[in-house]
C-alpha cells in the first residue's frame, strides 16, 4: 500500500527540499568533482598508501557529489521555469 504524507509532513518536506536547493545552487560541485578525479589520477602514485586508506570514503564522497550535481541541475532548471526564488513558492 502506498504511503502519503499529511498536509504538514508534505509542507515540510518541500521546505526541507527547498532548503537543500538552495544551499546547494551555487556549490562548485563540478570543480569539486574535478578534484576528486585528480585525486584519483594521482593519489596512487604520489601516496598509495594514504589513497588505498582513504578510498572507500572517497568513492562514496564523489558519489554524493555526483548526485548532488545532478540535484543543482535540476534545481537549475527548476529556476529558470518559476524564477530564483523558491521560497515564495511554499
Known amino acids: 500500500?502506498?504511503?502519503f504524507l499529511n498536509?504538514?509532513?508534505y509542507l515540510n518536506t518541500q521546505r526541507i527540499l527547498f532548503l537543500m536547493a538552495h544551499g546547494?545552487?551555487?556549490?562548485?560541485l563540478q570543480a569539486f568533482i574535478n578534484s576528486i578525479e585528480r585525486a584519483h589520477?594521482?593519489?596512487?602514485?604520489l601516496d598509495p598508501t594514504m589513497y588505498?586508506?582513504?578510498?572507500?570514503?572517497?568513492r562514496d564522497v564523489e558519489r554524493?557529489?555526483?548526485?548532488?550535481l545532478e540535484f543543482q541541475?535540476?534545481?537549475e532548471e527548476f529556476s529558470i521555469k518559476t524564477g530564483p526564488?523558491?521560497?515564495?513558492?511554499?
Open 24 to 28: 546547494i545552487a551555487d556549490a562548485p
Open 64 to 68: 554524493l557529489a555526483q548526485a548532488a
Open 7 to 9: 498536509p504538514e509532513e
Open 85 to 90: 526564488n523558491v521560497e515564495e513558492i511554499s
Open 41 to 45: 589520477a594521482v593519489g596512487p602514485i
Open 52 to 58: 588505498r586508506e582513504g578510498l572507500v570514503t572517497l
Open 1 to 3: 500500500m502506498a504511503e
Open 73 to 75: 541541475r535540476v534545481v
